[in-house]
């Protein structure tokens, strides 16, 4: 009788490849292809593909260039997740595999496709240029090339992590919102404006924060955290999210969109009464008008099934409500100075 191989003492083992296809020029709709090789341990998922390219089947297609995570050009779906092929170890993600010894391999999501696994990139780069994506120096132009235009290294430090970002559209690819609203800002967009935003060169802090907060911008993120959970560089991009939503409150105030009057109206309630007013919340949001066109016949279902929200005089406030209304007042002088802090 032969005894079981551990397989962590094996070097090389058949994996499946199951990768999407689909040729708009010549395809109806998409497939699967299942291509089988024998891999070793250590082998990425992209020098996997590019041996089915160059061996099996040259006409499967897929963006590569750097090889070494540096570019972001081949950023896919593998096993369900937005990932760099080039630094997705093969044996790591079979541990994983819900079919033993298949990797299925899927373009990413939210942007057009193109062929197989390319996505179309422009939608996102025109967001960019939307959301004027680059720094409009506050050096005047006649004075640019003549010396070096420094920051503090502690404001270099606030966005230094977002310097990271190399487009790879993971985050973009596991955006809940972008699946329901292809005019959403879009994670990576939101991280590139923040990056701007904080860097006390730029001129056009003002103009962007503007777009930011209009339709389809930064109030529209559900805080699901797909993004930052997806980021191939470990970017807190909730971070830089929060920061623009603090930026656009204090530089803005909170009636500056539909946005910041749900936040004001939230964080009124649950320090008032530990809990939410939800029988208000839409009117203290958009208005009497909007409510009226808009939520009327959803909230006469509501009344005829009985499942209408307490009217405010009814909500009674949380148990311990004096201890949290301490607590809550302490965090936010906390956040504000914290703020304060960072802006210096």
Not at 1 to 8: F, K, V
Not at 43 to 72: M, P
Not at 117 to 136: Q, R
Not at 295 to 320: C, N
Request: charged share 30%.
């Amino acid at each position: 009788m032969t005894a079981p191989i551990d397989q962590h003492n094996e070097t090389k083992k058949d994996v499946t490849f199951r990768v999407f296809r689909f040729n708009p020029q010549v395809d109806s709709k998409p497939y699967f292809d299942d291509y089988t090789i024998s891999v070793e341990r250590g082998i990425t998922v992209l020098r996997s593909l590019n041996y089915i390219k160059e061996h099996i089947d040259a006409s499967v297609s897929f963006r590569a260039f750097c090889q070494a995570g540096i570019c972001g050009s081949c950023g896919m779906r593998i096993n369900g997740l937005s990932q760099l092929a080039c630094t997705t170890q093969v044996w790591d993600v079979l541990v994983k595999s819900k079919e033993p010894g298949i990797i299925k391999i899927e373009p990413l999501r939210n942007l057009p496709l193109i062929k197989d696994l390319i996505v179309d990139m422009d939608p996102l780069v025109d967001k960019m240029k939307h959301y004027s994506n680059w720094i409009d120096s506050t050096m005047p132009e006649a004075s640019m090339g003549q010396k070096e235009f420094l920051i503090s290294e502690e404001e270099f430090l606030r966005y230094d992590k977002a310097t990271d970002c190399i487009l790879c559209a993971s985050c973009v690819s596991e955006c809940s919102i972008l699946r329901a609203n292809k005019e959403y800002v879009s994670p990576a967009v939101l991280l590139k404006s923040y990056r701007m935003n904080v860097d006390s060169r730029d001129a056009i802090h003002e103009p962007r924060l503007a777009e930011l907060v209009k339709d389809h911008g930064v109030w529209d993120c559900t805080h699901c955290y797909r993004c930052q959970e997806a980021c191939v560089k470990s970017i807190p991009i909730m971070d830089a999210i929060h920061g623009i939503r603090e930026d656009a409150i204090e530089s803005r105030g909170v009636k500056d969109t539909s946005g910041a009057k749900h936040a004001e109206a939230f964080m009124s309630d649950i320090e008032k009464k530990g809990k939410l007013i939800e029988a208000t919340l839409p009117i203290r949001t958009n208005g009497v008008v909007w409510t009226l066109q808009n939520l009327l016949p959803m909230a006469v279902k509501m009344i005829i099934k009985h499942r209408t929200p307490p009217p405010p005089p009814l909500v009674k406030s949380a148990k311990g409500i004096k201890v949290f209304r301490e607590l809550f007042r302490e965090m936010t002088e906390h956040v504000k100075q914290d703020h304060k802090s960072h802006k210096k």
